[in-house]
């Protein structure tokens, strides 16, 4: 099971949740001031109005919790999680005021998140027993992009390099810079690599089969095979040959991955499961 | 013309593009440093891989600047235009490990503001001719409210309450409370906040052609139909008479957004606009 | 009743009392420590030294908590209360050390927010029996805007917009860059803000009955009449008959509010109970 | 002369500047975005409207660069510095939305910094010739100690100790935990301080003259008499004899500071120069 | 006893600790997350693997509680203790994934300080019976100075000015300025520091005998022996004769450090325990 | 040759700069402000004391030219560059009290980076000729580990993992949670950690050569020779015969680090040049 409490450093959580108040919050939820007793109670579920993966509980707890230390909370599901519709996620319970004011920040949080498990769980499920395992990629919310891996996890999938700094990636683009210099820039660049970081995997991103025949040859860790035809990546995946890992990217959508995995590639990295995810559709009702 | 440095404070922005640098260099781009020469130059076009209403181009900007201040830079567009397929948006130059350094941050700022614009333009298009208007709501991503309503601004719509602070938008919630206490809980719940907060526009959400009425008794200066069948809104809109301004909301999409608009309402709130957008596909091309 | 729990979030109020506490703690409270022995307890009060409106008393009880979690308190007043001399506003004990190391940032606080809600608090009771509330603006200390609005509402006093983003405020100099260019800059200008901001509410300054025509002509939700001689002032209120709100504002006194309050304007707006409020006096006795 | 970019970190003027920017601007200067247009150019003086003590400048100076970086400026005065009714303090010229936005931030820094300064100085008067130097207390607005207390010295005016940790101070509070346990607690306290801390002043506070002896008798760097009738000050000052500086605090007004100074103390504290400085009427105007 | 809770302010350790947490946690502990069941409990016990000074077991105790706040700890020693090898210095018990996570953040803060009192308690060994104290310098860690003061604090030393702005210390190069404009430049240099700075103690860096004499001369509260030969600090001790303090400064370690206070010095000050101090052996030790 | 620029993002060594300026400032370098004239310039040289691998120069460029942005400057060494005794490592000239404010901070952060860099160096030569490269480990400075691990690099040797959670290290800890469960603690530990992180290197602590093979055929990528005795450590390599990366760690020193890299491994882990470097002495002559 997943455990947000470990994976989330709390620190963090809290800093955003406190942030995402402050700003929706600023000098008063003003509406609620003015019509709310301020000793009213309340209790109020939150409740999936799809079916959906949920991730993120942890921050719905904490923005109730940090408006309202008194509110008391009973989850009803867990980040990972398939929750149908009309499942009940969270019950709250306390002071009235509190539970208006923090209902919207705690929503947005768990609706975005959970868009992001959810359509990734929809790829996972895609290529449910081919060898492939879906990937994220570098390609998250600026500021959220461990929450999104996160996310990406409670969904099923599998994380990709979290920066620029713990994995070698080369691209066409670095070899562009070497290729002027010498035969075969993979060869040198995974070279350089390997002396200039020797303890991270080395992955190379490969356009044609020749690409894939040098990578192979230099030896990277890992091939990318970038926008390939089905054929081609199909033939990658042969001359690889489980010498080093095939990563598939480019366009893949629901209804071309499980084509793409039954070539027989390791990985494949979907970028739209972060940047594109759809909010899911959850809501608090009151009782 | 939007003029982003006046609108998005220069301070925040970079704090932003800081964070998320920070987040994706780490210790370094170790691909970048091994492979490409610290004294080579390059020049790189970002370029609009579809059509797009552009937003937020400062980002991208500022991303590249604070890696490497003696990049030059020229804008092919501006926040808020129309932007066909192959629109060469930002032309950068100079140190070239720097511009691989920064690309993905400056992309990732760029292809989400300019999706939550283009998503905007959409339905803005949808009802132009008709009275109203397209506005945002508070279900924008935690911590970027700010920058998710000034990319709503360069899509053509407008701003509704920037939080909970600034207007008093009184729901179906904040009524329960009032509701066992008197016969007319939108009477009182109005009279309350005029007093509390005298100086902020009241809003009051109905659900029902009598609630429209109460609120329009009580005074408000703002009615929310929440979720009308169609011929009910149009009554809703005729009662009300411009004595108060109205907004539609729930279930809004490009499909019914203009038989909406036909009703007369004055504002169309999309949630989708902001809590959905789908990333906009944008590339940094070298050359 | 005044809940500052819910008005002012608690992230915020520890942030600042956190801040406070560095700042004067520093590498330790040398004094006491050399002095005073671990495990000493001791019990002191809070006490009014002069009659004065309570606000900020939540910020006194977190510095306490913060440097030592079980010192107990018990709140003998709450803020927007009128304390006559002697009050005791609050009961602090626990370890002696930990209550004399947050004495003067708890004071310094209280002192200072209470300075400004008293000073609302004696134009409030000056203007009593007539129309008009009481209005902020918008110069505040640096940083504190919203605990100051919190202040003076503690006051009695109601808030004006909260920055330059809440509401549209057409000033003279404003109208300056439009004058060259229509025969009526008001109008121009009233219509340009409710193009770009329609869910805004829109006031315009006016210094003469001729703009104060303009104004209302134009639409202005609120007029802001300007260092008006009270003639003047009278006349304007009459010819605006209620269309729209009006706001007195410059060279507000306790000796002039009443006067100008009975020329019927709706708001008065004093820059003194924020910018040039004294700290009353409280201190912290032990017994 | 002053030199405020010494004295002032760059870093934390800039800091609070942003955050005080932020602040007010929020989303955007609505009303400058509405009606100026973003190519227009204005010069403006920040005008003295009273006398006033120059303090501060350098805020204003980065409130307009950081809004706009081609902005340009010309001071007309230096902080510390006398400056009559009318004097032109600064000279802003360059992007007219610019100004406008920035102009409140602007002035409420050195409105509020320049009348701690101006307060400052009013006391600085009244001891001229005498051998008593003002100095400040900790009664600081939270957060800003270090600006109040570089106003302080614009303003002719001393600094005491920053804060707990710089300096031992013995009062009242601090004996009562000692007098239990020996005849003399002043002399233990002392001791102990030396011993623990013994690169730091040590200060007591006396309130008789008894105290005064004891603190003398233990070896005192400094005295603090507090609240002490006229008389018994000037006999504390004998008895001291220059063995130890004195320092007067305790009610301390315009209309009694001399008198006190003429007593013969080092030093008289005044908490009112920062706890409730006036703000002085500074004004941008356009032309 | 040392009460860490009242020297670090509990505000600051926590935002060290959550900082530290996050920089090694990241997206998370793959490894525990992987292994352990997040069910399991463990005890661990942390244990000095070589006699040590302990300095900072708070930050231990909060990184674990902040991971896991239902962890039970139990400190087997306390801050400024001398603790012989196998000492066991915290006993620690609840969940395993925690204790693990957090493990090596909370040993590389308690063996750094700990280095730190250690080395200090060398050399304040070393001096036992004279009448010298062992001082620190400003050659911290940066941003670490208040936690590093503290720790020599822990090791028995005594703390120097915290920063550049609690007193007043002249050296060559300041004198350099006035050099060529008057015939004494120290007497002139501590004239304008007293003017200035009244309230400050004023300390002379002398590296001949006839400095020192001009030091005591010009009214010096210490004077600093830099870099002397021991006869030459003998004969200042002498010279100076209790009328000021004197420092030795400059190549100080253990073999020399007795003779040094032999001099008869008041304070060695010593940059290597802070600059230069070795982290001392601490294991976590599971059971 | 190494780029700071690139590799330390400028944005955090700005604010770790901005911050010990802070922290040394305060309300002014009150020696500099009363002796040193505000128009004074000088010409000031950083030179190596001892002989030293410089790393973070950087850090002191920015130290001064945030303090006073004018101050010009030219270095007369590289990060990562062997500077021999009295090498000046960078010219520095402009105003001479900024640069007397900003001189202890530079030194502080240079001297503590090179100290690493040095220690580094010395390891990386003692092994020069073997197969085997010097590795950090996790035991950094808490806050500093990017700036330690780039100081590493300057030193010539190599980074091992980030954080926690960018490799999967399986030491015994973590085996005893599965021992109960399974025959082979090892092999069930990588098989979970592989299906839970795919895309991450595992690497597996061995004590014993039983352990070494069980790692070896759980397919681990790397196995860590923990304390092992040389014959035995021997054995290892022997064992693994290139199957995986092998990596001696524990009591590792100047004197048998040579012993150990010629036993055949891949890597050698020092905590030593991390968490007990040495400050080189570098020092700021004025000229």
């Known amino acids: ?28 939820d003003v509406t609620t001031l003015a019509t709310v007793p301020s000793d009213w109670t309340a209790s109020a579920i939150m409740v999936a109005r799809e079916p959906l993966v949920l991730a993120g509980l942890l921050f719905a707890e904490r923005a109730f919790q940090i408006i309202s230390p008194e509110i008391t909370m009973d989850a009803g599901a867990a980040d990972g999680q398939d929750c149908p519709k009309n499942t009940v996620l969270l019950r709250v319970s306390g002071n009235a005021q509190s539970i ?21 769980r929809r790829f996972v499920e895609q290529v449910a027993g081919t060898h492939a395992k879906i990937l994220d990629t570098r390609k998250t919310t600026p500021g959220w992009r461990v929450f999104e891996k996160y996310a990406v996890r409670c969904g099923g999938g599998s994380n990709h390099r979290i920066g620029l ?35 991270l995997k080395v992955e ?28 081609e990546m199909t033939r990658a995946v042969q001359i690889v040959g489980g010498r080093a890992k095939t990563e598939a990217s480019g366009g893949i959508n629901l209804a071309n991955v499980r084509t793409i995995a039954e070539t ?19 809501a608090l009702d009151f009782q």
């Open 264 to 282: 027989g590639v390791d990985f494949i990295s979907v970028g739209a499961i972060t940047h594109s995810a759809r909010a899911v559709d959850i």
């Open 1 to 28: 099971m997943l455990d947000a409490m470990k994976v989330l450093s709390l620190t963090d959580v809290d800093a955003r949740v406190r942030q995402a108040l402050a700003e929706d919050i600023g000098s008063g």
């Open 165 to 199: 700094y713990d994995m070698v990636l080369i691209k066409d683009n670095h070899l562009t810079a070497l290729q002027n210099e010498r035969p075969n820039a993979i060869e040198a660049a995974v070279r350089r690599a390997r002396a200039q970081f020797p303890a």
């Open 204 to 231: 190379v991103e490969a356009d044609t089969l020749e690409q894939v025949e040098q990578a192979l040859h230099a030896g990277a860790d890992m091939i990318l095979l970038d926008n390939m035809a089905l054929m």
């Open 100 to 120: 208006l004011t923090a209902e919207r920040v705690a929503l947005n949080f768990v609706q975005r998140l959970s868009g992001v498990a959810t359509a990734t």
